[in-house]
């Protein structure tokens, strides 16, 4: 079984600084990591995804992430934030061999953008 | 294109009740998944269908959730006798194909539960 820990539920950014949202999973296989964002009242979007290749990976919005198979990390980075982003993020790992795509989320991070 | 679509959107239903959550997955789509979301924590898996197949239904809570999707498309999440820790918002999500890397999500139906 696979687990998603976010380590912080909340976090206040003022705009245009930089801001790094933690995640770190648990597997006993290999596993693709997801990042997705929440808009009030709104389904997930998808903001990133890490399959294989370059473990630093571009999303939508300027946000980036980067795999560290080491310590089982996959953090997500944006070098200025606005207003815009404020929004609940989601860390997310399905395992690669696709039997069940299912997709494991941790609890989720606010992320409060301070004008 | 139309993204995923969930109805109704809201839904109130007094305890004891049955309630039917509907979802329309992107055309073409394979693969739909059901997840609940409670308050404050991140959606948990519920059941997965590979176009009619219901492959995997090891999430659903207790034998009061039922879920189908008869002809590979629409699919119907049903919850009878409803119980307050039923509340959540539920989502659906569909993906192009086993293996896409890619799940689409629908807005969410938020049930209450009284």
């Known amino acids: 079984a696979q687990s998603v820990t976010q380590l912080d539920s909340q976090v206040p950014v003022f705009e245009e600084a930089p801001v790094e949202l933690r995640c770190n999973y648990s597997s006993s296989v290999s596993v693709y990591l997801f990042w997705y964002v929440q808009y009030p009242n709104q389904g997930l979007q998808l903001l990133l995804k890490y399959l294989s290749g370059s473990t630093l990976v571009k999303g939508i919005n300027g946000f980036e992430a980067e795999f560290n198979k080491s310590q089982t990390s996959f953090h997500l980075r944006k070098p200025s934030v606005h207003i815009s982003d404020t929004a609940e993020y989601f860390c997310?790992?399905?395992?690669?061999?696709?039997?069940?795509?299912?997709?494991?989320f941790g609890t989720g991070t606010r992320l409060t953008i301070i004008p | 294109g139309a993204g995923v679509s969930q109805s109704p959107r809201y839904k109130v239903a007094k305890r004891g009740q049955d309630v039917a959550l509907r979802c329309d997955p992107i055309?073409?789509?394979?693969?739909l998944f059901w997840y609940q979301q409670a308050l404050g924590q991140g959606p948990e898996f519920l059941t997965y269908f590979q176009n009619e197949a219901q492959l995997d239904k090891s999430g659903l809570p207790s034998d009061r959730f039922f879920a189908e999707r008869p002809e590979g498309s629409v699919s119907t999440l049903k919850i009878q006798r409803t119980q307050q820790e039923d509340s959540a918002v539920y989502l659906c999500?569909?993906?192009?194909?086993?293996?896409?890397?890619?799940?689409?999500f629908g807005p969410g139906t938020r049930l209450t539960v009284t």
């Open positions: 999500a569909s993906s192009l194909y086993q293996g896409a890397g890619e799940q689409y």
């Open positions: 997310a790992v399905t395992r690669t061999n696709f039997g069940n795509e299912k997709l494991t």
């Open positions: 055309s073409g789509h394979v693969s």
